[in-house]
C-alpha cells in the first residue's frame, strides 16, 4: 500500500525560505511522476509543479519553488524560496493518485 507523507511546514516571514519533503513508501519513486499541489483558504486546491522526466512549475513560483528528488530516500522536495503572503496554503504531494495529508506553510510578518 502506497503511503505519502509531507512534512516541513511551518509559520515564516515575507521573503523567507522553507523546504517541504514527501516521503513516499510502499513503491519506488525512480521513474516516476511526484506532482505538488496547494490549497489555499477558501480556494481550490492548485497545481504547484512536478517532477518526472523533468520538472515543471506553475508560473506563479517558477525560479522559486525547485523541485528535486532523491530516489535513494524515495523523497521528493519542494524547496521554497522568497515566499510570499499569497503562499500560504496547505502543502499536497501526490504520488499515482495517492494523497498525503498535507502541511501547513503560513507567510506572514
Known amino acids: 500500500q502506497v503511503q505519502v507523507v509531507e512534512s516541513g511546514g511551518g509559520l515564516v516571514q515575507p521573503g523567507g525560505s522553507l523546504r517541504l519533503s514527501c516521503v513516499v513508501s510502499?513503491?519506488?519513486?525512480?521513474?516516476?511522476?511526484i506532482v505538488w499541489y496547494r490549497q489555499a483558504p477558501g480556494k481550490e486546491r492548485e497545481w504547484v509543479g512536478g517532477s518526472w522526466m523533468g520538472n515543471d512549475y506553475a508560473s506563479s513560483v517558477k525560479g522559486r519553488f525547485p523541485i528535486s528528488r532523491d530516489n535513494g530516500k524515495n523523497t521528493v522536495y519542494l524547496q521554497m524560496k522568497n515566499l510570499k503572503p499569497e503562499d500560504t496554503a496547505v502543502y499536497y504531494c501526490?504520488?499515482?493518485?495517492?494523497w498525503g495529508q498535507g502541511t501547513q506553510v503560513t507567510i506572514s510578518s
Open positions: 510502499g513503491r519506488t519513486i525512480r521513474g516516476e511522476p
Open positions: 501526490n504520488f499515482t493518485d495517492d
